[in-house]
Each structure stands twice: as C-alpha cells, then as structure tokens.
T-cell receptor, first 113, second 112 residues
Framework: EDQVTQSPEALRLQEGESSSLNCSYTVSGLRGLFWYRQDPGKGPEFLFT???AGEEKEKERLKATLTKKESFLHITAPKPEDSATYLCAVRGGYSGGYQKVTFGIGTKLQVIP | NAGVTQTPKFQVLKTGQSMTLQCAQD?????MSWYRQDPGMGLRLIHY???????DQGEVPNGYNVSRSTTEDFPLRLLSAAPSQTSVYFCASSQDRVETQYFGPGTRLLVL
C-alpha cells in the first residue's frame, strides 16, 4: 500500500530563518511526486511535480528535491506570506482503473515577522 | 480563466437529506475528480471521470454518485446524507489522468 508521511506536522520559523520540510514515501512505481500549498479555507495550489531521483525544481523561495525514498521542500529566507500548509502527494501504479494519488497530511508552516 | 469553481462554499444538511455539489472547469481538461479532506487524513479520492460520459469509483465512493454529461461539469451527489459525510470536498481537474491536478476552492459540508 502506498504511503506518504510528512514531517514535521507543524513548523514555526522566524522570518528569514531557512528550513526544510520532509516527505517520506513508499510507492509501487513512482509516477510523480507533487507538492501543493494550501491556505486556510482554500483548495490546494500546485507548486511542483518531480518524477525521478535527483530532480530539483525551484520557485521563488521554494526548492523541491527528490530521492528514491523522500522529497524535501526547502524554504529559503521565508516571509510571513509563506505561512500555509504544504501537502505532498505521490502517484503510483494503477489501482482498479486509475493511477492512485496518495496524499500526506501536510506540514503547517507559520512564519513569524 | 476561472480555473476550477465549486458551489456552494458551505452547506448544512440534516441526516437523510440529499444534495448536489457543483464543480465546473474552463480549462478543457478531460480528467476530473472529487476528493474529501478530513482532519488528520490526507485527501481521499471519491469518484473520477476520464471524459464526458465516463465515470468510475475511487477510494471512498460509498454514499456518493457522479455523472459527467459535459467536459466542463462534474457534479457530486449525496443521496442520503450521513454525519460521516461531514467533510471538506474538493474538485480537481487535469489534462489527463497522469498530469498535474488543479483544485477548486472547496465545499465545506456539515451533516447534522
């Protein structure tokens, strides 16, 4: 069974204090690892898709990396507007008629001015 | 482009009532899906559709029905609401089943 574990569950940073969020996964045949940002009361907003170990993608203060067992979302010099819950998801093999996407519970990030 | 839109934003139902959650997208995406999000759990797939006229069950389909008469719309019907269906429901769409999914703003449902 595919599994996604995100850590920590919650993270509090001072503005400018860089850190990383972790997403550990177990999946039968990775066909994509996704990072989303979710603000309170809103839907997940797409950030990155990674497909193979060693791949990296960047967007503003965010950088996502992927290994065979985990992915990291690095946040460099965060600002208060980066406060949100960050979700990780993996797409694995077919389950019935669809390629199942398994989501983690998320890491709730708070950046304090 | 409005992207993925959902209505209503919030709904309160009594046990046994039925209702339809609306979802529409204007990106001409073939693949659409419904998820529910509960505290302490990741998003779980309820139903999905790979194109107009084609739907299938996801991980947690019991108590829900869907139909897809057009590419744009993918409504989710609760036949007889139960307190266990209290949740936040998200609709998502993508170009096809392997591409990145884009989510709507969600419908918060409370069943009393």
């Amino acid at each position: 069974e595919d599994q996604v574990t995100q850590s920590p569950e919650a993270l509090r940073l001072q503005e400018g204090e860089s850190s990383s969020l972790n997403c550990s996964y177990t999946v039968s045949g990775l066909r994509g690892l996704f990072w989303y940002r979710q603000d309170p009361g809103k839907g997940p907003e797409f950030l990155f898709t990674l497909y193979s170990a060693g791949e990296e993608k960047e967007k503003e203060r965010l950088k996502a990396t992927l290994t065979k067992k985990e992915s990291f979302l690095h946040i460099t010099a965060p600002k208060p507007e980066d406060s949100a819950t960050y979700l990780c998801a993996v797409r694995g093999g077919y389950s019935g008629g669809y390629q199942k996407v398994t989501f983690g519970i998320g890491t709730k990030l708070q950046v304090i001015p | 482009n409005a992207g993925v839109t959902q209505t209503p934003k919030f709904q309160v139902l009594k046990t046994g009532q039925s209702m339809t959650l609306q979802c529409a997208q204007d990106m001409n995406h073939e693949y659409m899906s419904w998820y529910r999000q509960d505290p302490g759990m990741g998003l779980r797939l309820i139903h999905y559709s790979v194109g107009a006229g084609i739907t299938d069950q996801g991980e947690v389909p019991n108590g829900y029905n869907v139909s897809r008469s057009t590419t744009e719309d993918f409504p989710l019907r609760l036949l007889s609401a139960a307190p266990s269906q209290t949740s936040v429901y998200f609709c998502a769409s993508s170009q096809d089943r392997v591409e990145t999914q884009y989510f709507g703003p969600g419908t918060r449902l409370l069943v009393l």
